[in-house]
């Protein structure tokens, strides 16, 4: 919900609100669906959501049961999953929100049922119960005997203020029609002291985001390599295939790199393609059929589809701060194969991938070993065993 619709509906009394809601899934013939249960053999027992952001939440959670002893059940809210990553339990915002008997329901299981809960992107694990206060969520569940952490997906823990220091192509510079900048910087800072408040095992998705949260723990994304390996040859068109495949067109940069890559398609030096929304399970064939990736020119760090894209291998092209690559590259025991490209810069970097075709080939054949270091799901098990479910 965009920050000026949601802070116009939460001055709605929450009982109209619940109301609302409720007439609406009637209208619409939702029946809340009972609450996921996991595997009751299994010593630990772990929830995680629910916003599965790229499909990490179901990533991370069989990661999890890679290790025998833990049963990992997952749930999205379906408004958060529209391109269709797979998950194991979903529910309608509006339920989550509005309908008490969920809430209570989910309680009850989870404090039953789960020893473990972790809370993604500081969206408040049950729903609209207690008008969605994240510390009281987590402290009924805690009186339960419940363990509860937190990670940090990116803009729900990413401060504004501190991004602007990070990079002068912050996805905040010109940030007004997308979400002002003032909500924002309230809203990620209410999170950021909702979870030092809350003192529990904290966890980053991506490495830059421990300049928010330096008390945290890295996790790394995970992808399935599987899907995305291919012997697809690299670089041996004439013209060099590039795609852009943007999920958020202003946090990728995408008008500050669309021009340069139009010119040079225009020049027929390479072929330039840009995508819009293109389902996940058609995506591997997509990326193995292009020669370079563009990934994101704003944020200074790198997520799934620059993961996804070097198991391809593929050239991946981004901006990743300093910090970020130290912190992966400490991780990877390997410099991360990703040639650091801005919006300034990108034109040179696809004229020089042109010119000298077997040195970027030579990146790119490094970026499937980078992956499975650091994203193919080993380290993350490592770090939720290390830091939460075994301590």
């Known amino acids: 919900m965009h920050p000026r619709v949601e802070a116009a509906w939460k001055l709605v009394p929450k009982p109209v609100q619940d109301a609302i809601a409720s007439t609406v899934d009637r209208a619409k013939g939702v029946t809340p669906p009972p609450p996921p249960l996991p595997d009751l053999s299994r010593p630990i027992r ?7 952001y790229a499909g990490q939440g179901y990533r991370w959670s069989r990661a999890a049961e890679s290790t025998g002893e833990v049963s990992a059940v997952n749930y999205v809210h379906a408004g958060n999953n529209l391109l269709q990553y797979p998950a194991d339990y979903t529910v309608t915002w509006r339920t989550a929100e509005h309908s008490r008997a969920w809430q209570r329901s989910m309680l009850d299981a989870i404090a039953t049922n789960y020893t473990h809960v972790l809370i993604e992107a500081c969206f408040p694990i049950l729903g609209g119960m207690f008008s969605g206060d994240l510390r009281r969520q987590t402290a009924l ?9 937190i990670v940090g997906h990116g803009t729900d823990v990413r401060l504004p203020s501190t991004h602007l220091e990070s990079t002068p192509w912050s996805l905040f510079v010109d940030s007004e029609d997308w979400v002002p900048f003032d909500l924002a910087e309230k809203a990620v800072a209410d999170n950021l002291a909702a979870i030092a408040d809350l003192d529990v095992p904290t ?6 985001l421990l300049v928010d ?3 945290a723990h890295f996790l790394g994304v995970v992808i399935d390599q599987e899907q995305w390996i291919n012997d697809e040859p690299l670089l041996e068109r004439e013209r060099i295939r590039v795609i852009h495949a943007p999920t ?18 225009d020049e027929g030096l390479i072929e330039f393609i840009q995508l819009d929304r293109v389902p996940n399970h058609e995506m591997p064939a997509v990326v193995a059929s292009a020669d370079v990736v563009l990934d994101q020119f704003r944020v200074g760090d790198y997520g799934v589809a620059a993961c996804e894209s070097m198991t391809a291998g593929r ?3 981004a901006h990743v701060t300093e910090q970020a690559r130290r912190e992966v590259e400490g991780h990877a025991g390997m410099t991360l194969p990703i040639p650091e490209t801005t919006p300034d ?4 970097m696809l004229r020089d991938i042109a010119v000298r075709r077997d040195h970027y080939r030579g990146i790119a054949a490094t970026g499937r070993e980078f992956v499975r270091r650091v994203h193919n799901g080993d380290f993350s098990r490592a770090q939720l065993m290390t ?3 075994s301590a």
């Open 46 to 52: 772990m929830l995680v959501g629910p916003v599965n």
């Open 141 to 149: 569940l805690q009186e339960r005997g419940v363990r509860v952490g």
């Open 203 to 208: 966890f980053v998705s991506t490495a830059g």
């Open 213 to 215: 949260l330096p008390r």
């Open 248 to 265: 958020n067109a202003h946090v990728k940069g995408t008008p500050l790199i669309v021009p340069v890559a139009q010119k040079l398609h």
């Open 315 to 317: 050239v991946v092209l």
């Open 345 to 348: 810069t990108l034109e040179h």
């Open 387 to 389: 830091h939460f479910l």
